[in-house]
């Protein structure tokens, strides 16, 4: 009996592993990042994000200057960094099908960017 227990053990923490390693594998976040000049991306990878699938993201935001910020909006995300803060922060975003901008606030003239989900 005891060693059906084990079995039974290890079978479990096998399956979790591949589940984490699975979780971990679907949650590469996106990086966007603002300045230190007039510049704003957002990468996956370090590629242009285009286009995305829908489902839940982790959006890494390097902001490089103080006088920008960066600011994700579209269909049910509004997050934004502020514009005197320099610094890294981290959002957990759900974006559904749509199209999606993100800019610099002060300059949206001319930072700016977009990308499709769906």
């Known amino acids: 009996m005891t060693r059906i227990r084990l079995v039974l053990v290890a079978a479990v923490a096998a399956v979790g592993l591949v589940v984490a390693t699975g979780a971990q594998a679907a949650t590469t976040p996106l990086v966007g990042t ?3 000049g007039f510049t704003i991306t957002l990468t996956k990878l370090g590629k242009k994000v285009v286009k995305l699938t829908p489902g ?14 960066f600011h994700l909006f579209g ?44």
Do not use: E
Request: with cysteine; aromatic share 8%.
């Open 56 to 69: 839940t993201y982790s959006v890494k935001v390097l902001d490089k200057s103080n006088i920008h910020n």
């Open 75 to 118: 269909p049910g995300v509004n997050k934004k960094s502020t514009v005197a803060a320099v610094g890294t922060t981290t959002w957990v975003v759900k974006l559904t099908k749509g199209t999606y901008h993100f800019v610099c606030d002060p300059h949206k003239t001319i930072m700016k960017g977009q990308f499709v989900v769906g």
């Open 34 to 36: 603002d300045g230190p």
